[in-house]
């Protein structure tokens, strides 16, 4: 099978997301960059798998703590040198933390209504969660695995399920 081409990225949307995201998570005391490629790349690898569509086109790269997005930190000083954006420096436990502050609210009207419920959806099962939980998470990924350092990891990745068959699925299918 021949692999899919990787999406267009898409800055204007990749933009108002990391405004909306950043917006959503202000209240997050463990919200920052490292969080934020994790669900940026949750929010547009679960569309994928939905709809066969990446909501910005961005490319993830495989690094040591999981999915990075490539274009995120031109996206930020692009974003930081419009005024749109700032990023706070702070110690959290010892690590410095680079926490994206929004200076302005984000313009939805490039989203669809499935677009942003599935970034919801995202930030509601990740509210709970730390980057650190979040890259553990991230290296259960197919396409996480399946790719070495510096690799892009394909969209296609996000339909491959790892689950265990229970069962009774082994069951049936022995007996068919």
Do not use: C
Not at 32 to 56: A, C, N, P, V
Request: aromatic share 6%; net charge negative.
């Amino acid at each position: 099978m021949a692999a899919a081409p990787q999406p267009t990225l898409n800055a204007a949307k990749l933009d108002e997301l990391i405004l909306y995201i950043s917006e959503r998570e202000l209240a997050s005391e463990t919200y920052g960059k490292t969080k934020l490629h994790k669900l940026l790349w949750m929010s547009d690898f679960q569309h994928y798998r939905l709809t066969g569509e990446s909501i910005t086109g961005t490319t993830y790269v495989h690094r040591k703590h999981g999915p990075m997005a490539a274009s995120l930190e031109q996206r930020l000083t692009s974003l930081a040198d419009a005024q749109r954006l700032i990023i706070r420096h702070r110690d959290r436990f010892g690590y410095v933390q680079q926490r994206p502050v929004p200076l302005e609210r984000p313009d939805l009207s490039p989203f669809s209504g499935v677009e942003i419920a599935v970034v919801e959806q995202i930030l509601r099962e990740a509210q709970d969660l730390s980057a650190r939980e979040l890259s553990d998470l991230s290296h259960q990924h197919p396409g996480w695995i399946g790719t070495d350092d510096g690799e892009a990891i394909p969209y296609q990745s996000a339909l491959i399920e790892l689950e265990q068959p229970t069962e009774e699925e082994l069951l049936a299918a022995v007996s068919d």
